[in-house]
């Protein structure tokens, strides 16, 4: 048999050349998607990367705004699917403190200076409710509310927000004229739930609540108001100074005591007394 090639035939040896180059080609042509493939995988591994930081951080932006008005036990309750937040609490203490004469200073004070003020002791307070393990529940104008004995916070609560009320004192002393501070501070029952959907609050109710508000609007000025049950429950660690029985509206005739400081720590003097 012949090997030439027939009538418009190519031959073998032309077809082969020509296969290669196809062939050359078509691998050069995959080489280079597999090059862009490689390039847009890359890039979307980095933009992943760079949305995965985003989101971190922007996560780790919300729990901290979180944070700032929800205690970190329901936090965790709530991302866990939980609603309804409703709790009752047989022993909590609670803290409640206003400044003296804040209509006056709000008239008589430029407004910068009365919320960089305003800002720099309630950072103080929420500092040492950090350090105390005491949780800061709300402020309402110049009125400020925190409470021990909830989830979270230490197991000797009435301790607890006793030093936290003496931090308060001090950083308002610090703070100098015209600034004084009333504060009172009594233990018992209380409800603490969570309101709202769209803007939480996590509040307290109860008597605990009701008394120490007004221990703190019958307290002098410069001075720490605590109620006989607080004042049993610190035992020998504080000093106390027995004021007597005091009319607080809608409790009547109740025993109070002042809170001067801890046993054996050099007490300063109120705002309100001589040095």
Known sequence: MSDEPGP??????????????RLTRRVSQLEATLQQVEQIRDTNARLLDRLMGELEVEQA???SLLRNVLPQPIIDRLNAGE????DRYEDVAVVFSDFVGFTEISARL???TLVAALNG???????SCA????????????AYMAAAGLPGTRADHVHAAADLTLAMRAAVQAAGAPWQVRIGLHAGPVVAGVI??????????GDAVNVASRLETAAL????????????ALGDAFELEPRGAIELKGKGSMQAYFLLGRKNAPVAASASEPA
């Open 131 to 142: 350090a105390l393990g005491v949780e800061k529940i709300k402020t309402i104008g110049d």
């Open 110 to 112: 430029p407004v910068a």
């Open 8 to 21: 418009g035939e190519q031959p073998s040896s032309e077809r082969s050349g020509k296969e290669h180059a």
């Open 121 to 127: 002791l309630f950072s103080a307070f929420d500092a």
């Open 83 to 86: 609603q309804l937040i409703a």
């Open 61 to 63: 932006r919300s729990h």
């Open 196 to 205: 709202g959907t769209s803007k939480f609050v996590y509040d307290l109710w």
């Open 221 to 232: 000025p410069g001075r720490i108001q605590v109620s006989a049950t607080v004042a049993d």
